[in-house]
């Protein structure tokens, strides 16, 4: 199976930072990555696409990139709804698809 | 409104079975992928089993051989049936759609709010 290695695990960052997390796929996946955003006791929401796709109706602070075996999502500007937990998923291989450990941002 | 709701959750014995569904609304489970992802208390998200909309079906390692994952047309309704549960199979099962767009991208765009099963003595 496609092991997804997160980094990191947890972060603390305030209002308006600029916030990155990395994903690493154990080998290369082309853009098959989606990027998930859970709050706790809520079902996880698909973010991103395909790498870098914005899904529908989700705001234009979040974006992404990579390609390969490395991926990054990006939150611009931290707004106070976005402390969640973040997980990356490889869709390159849907007989199994995997997810990454998560990443979860706290309030500094 | 795409919906789907999933129930049959509960405290059951290791070596025991139940059975879960997942009702869907505002689109036709037999034309779509549907998965089961399962989150552990206080652990990460772990896919557990896919169903095609050919019918094929596929399962991870963890559950392959146990799990059995099915639907019914007439009833719009995904199914996870659970035999020889264990401890570590205790967590909340998420029933998702998968979405595979005419590029082939590939995600799961909806979600249950998922129904908790804990596998204890």
């Known amino acids: 199976d496609i092991q997804m290695t997160q980094s990191p695990s947890s972060l603390s960052a305030s209002v308006g930072d600029r916030v990155t997390i990395t994903c690493r796929a154990s080998q290369s996946i082309s853009s098959y990555v989606n990027w998930y955003q859970q709050k706790p006791g809520k079902a996880p929401k698909v973010l991103i696409y395909?790498?870098?796709s914005l899904q529908s109706g989700v705001p234009s602070r979040f974006s992404a990139s990579g390609s390969g075996t490395d991926f990054t999502l990006t939150i611009s500007s931290l707004q106070p709804e976005d402390f969640a937990t973040y997980y990356c998923q490889q869709s390159y291989n849907t007989h199994a698809l995997t997810f990454g450990g998560g990443t979860k941002v706290e309030i500094k | 409104e795409v919906q789907v709701v999933e129930t049959g959750g509960g405290l059951i014995q290791p070596g025991g079975s139940l059975r879960l569904s997942c009702a869907a609304s505002?689109?036709?489970?037999?034309?779509?992928?549907m998965s089961w992802v399962r989150q552990a208390p206080g652990k990460g998200l772990e896919w557990v089993s896919v169903i095609y909309s050919s019918g094929n079906t596929f399962y991870a390692d963890s559950v392959r051989g146990r799990f059995t994952i099915s639907r019914d047309s007439s009833k719009n309704t995904l199914y996870l049936q659970m035999n020889s549960l264990r401890a570590e199979d205790t967590a909340v099962y998420y029933c998702?759609?998968?979405?595979?767009?005419?590029?082939?991208?590939?995600?799961?765009?909806?979600w249950g709010q998922g129904t908790l099963v804990t596998v204890s003595s």
């Open positions: 395909a790498a870098s």
């Open positions: 998702a759609r998968d979405r595979l767009d005419s590029s082939g991208w590939y995600r799961n765009d909806y």
């Open positions: 505002g689109f036709t489970v037999s034309d779509n992928y």
